[in-house]
């Protein structure tokens, strides 16, 4: 994102400040639903109580949102847009987007009444708090990605390229706290890590609950810290069967993979752990490769990992 003075840099869309006939949850997932059918990442976060601010970014452009509740039952929305696409036309394509909706008068915004499903799951949102961002230094950089919590006392199961036995790396959970982490098992055959952290209480995915085998087309959904913004959310397709990569099987997936996106845990649609992002194909930041759950169980089985 971009950052001029301390403040967002972009052209402010107009009319988006005028009362929406809306809860404000209900107008975050009206926006978040526009963006991700066009192709964008979303991030949401609650800077206060009652109030969302969302980020939204695609290679062409970004977005940065804030609404905030003016009553029950309606809500105010500041948009700001920069990017290569015009912004006027990008603003008045969402703020027809959204009237249509509200109204129920326009054929790609149906009826409140008649609201098809959102794009992303609740029981996947709900995930967002097992994610964490992952920092360290390898070969003389910085090095920053992306992991989730797999048991209750902090463990992390993260990629393990970039990575050494007894590395050290700080943690950051999406409360914003940090503390250090040592690699404790490394795989570079799977790709693997786990990282341990004195950590307690936390959020935590349930491996045994995960699923091994998915379909051709299936839609699921990376939570990750992608450019270090922690609880970055993007959907994406199942393209492709699983291929055999180095004698390991990986799944091809369509979604937006940025820098710091591997190590993100892929759920489907009923929050269940599928898989974890590799890393993407080179040259494209749309095609990626992502470790199935079976290979990650093996690994955590392996005692000699």
């Given at each position: 994102?971009?950052?001029?003075?301390?403040?967002?840099?972009?052209?402010?869309?107009?009319?988006?400040?005028?009362?929406?006939?809306?809860?404000?949850?209900?107008?975050?997932?009206?926006?978040?639903?526009?963006?991700?059918?066009?192709?964008?990442?979303?991030?949401?976060?609650?800077?206060?109580?009652?109030?969302?601010?969302?980020?939204?970014?695609?290679?062409?452009?970004?977005?940065?949102?804030?609404?905030?509740?003016?009553?029950?039952?309606?809500?105010?929305?500041?948009?700001?847009?920069?990017?290569?696409?015009?912004?006027?036309?990008?603003?008045?394509?969402?703020?027809?987007?959204?009237?249509?909706?509200?109204?129920?008068?326009?054929?790609?915004?149906?009826?409140?009444?008649?609201?098809?499903?959102?794009?992303?799951?609740?029981?996947?949102?709900?995930?967002?708090?097992?994610?964490?961002?992952?920092?360290?230094?390898?070969?003389?950089?910085?090095?920053?990605?992306?992991?989730?919590?797999?048991?209750?006392?902090?463990?992390?199961?993260?990629?393990?390229?970039?990575?050494?036995?007894?590395?050290?790396?700080?943690?950051?959970?999406?409360?914003?706290?940090?503390?250090?982490?040592?690699?404790?098992?490394?795989?570079?055959?799977?790709?693997?890590?786990?990282?341990?952290?004195?950590?307690?209480?936390?959020?935590?995915?349930?491996?045994?609950?995960?699923?091994?085998?998915?379909g051709m087309g299936e839609r699921v959904f990376s939570i990750g810290c992608p450019n270090n913004l922690p609880g970055t959310l993007s959907p994406g397709t199942i393209n492709g069967p699983p291929r055999l990569?180095?004698?390991?099987?990986?799944?091809?997936?369509?979604?937006?993979?940025?820098?710091?996106?591997?190590?993100?845990?892929?759920?489907?649609?009923?929050?269940?752990?599928?898989?974890?992002?590799?890393?993407?194909?080179?040259?494209?930041s749309t095609v990626g490769f992502l470790t199935p759950l079976e290979t990650i169980i093996e690994f955590l089985l392996d005692?000699?990992?």
């Amino acid at each position: 994102m971009s950052d001029v003075g301390g403040a967002w840099a972009g052209t402010i869309c107009p009319n988006m400040e005028s009362q929406l006939a809306a809860p404000a949850s209900e107008v975050m997932e009206i926006i978040s639903e526009w963006f991700t059918a066009q192709g964008h990442a979303v991030r949401r976060d609650f800077p206060r109580p009652g109030t969302v601010h969302l980020t939204a970014w695609s290679t062409e452009d970004e977005w940065d949102i804030t609404i905030r509740p003016q009553s029950a039952l309606a809500s105010v929305a500041t948009v700001i847009h920069q990017g290569d696409i015009n912004a006027i036309q990008a603003c008045r394509r969402l703020q027809e987007y959204l009237d249509g909706y509200l109204l129920g008068t326009s054929p790609s915004a149906p009826p409140r009444a008649h609201r098809r499903r959102q794009t992303v799951p609740t029981v996947v949102l709900d995930r967002i708090e097992t994610v964490v961002c992952i920092r360290t230094r390898s070969r003389g950089r910085d090095v920053q990605f992306s992991g989730f919590v797999v048991d209750p006392g902090g463990l992390v199961l993260c990629t393990a390229h970039d990575l050494t036995h007894n590395q050290q790396v700080t943690v950051t959970f999406t409360d914003a706290v940090s503390i250090p982490g040592t690699i404790a098992r490394l795989d570079l055959d799977r790709d693997l890590a786990l990282v341990e952290c004195s950590a307690s209480a936390r959020a935590f995915v349930y491996l045994s609950s995960g699923r091994n085998l998915l379909g051709m087309g299936e839609r699921v959904f990376s939570i990750g810290c992608p450019n270090n913004l922690p609880g970055t959310l993007s959907p994406g397709t199942i393209n492709g069967p699983p291929r055999l990569v180095n004698d390991q099987p990986l799944w091809q997936v369509e979604m937006t993979i940025n820098p710091g996106s591997s190590g993100s845990p892929v759920f489907d649609a009923q929050g269940q752990l599928v898989a974890m992002i590799k890393g993407r194909f080179r040259g494209t930041s749309t095609v990626g490769f992502l470790t199935p759950l079976e290979t990650i169980i093996e690994f955590l089985l392996d005692e000699s990992g």
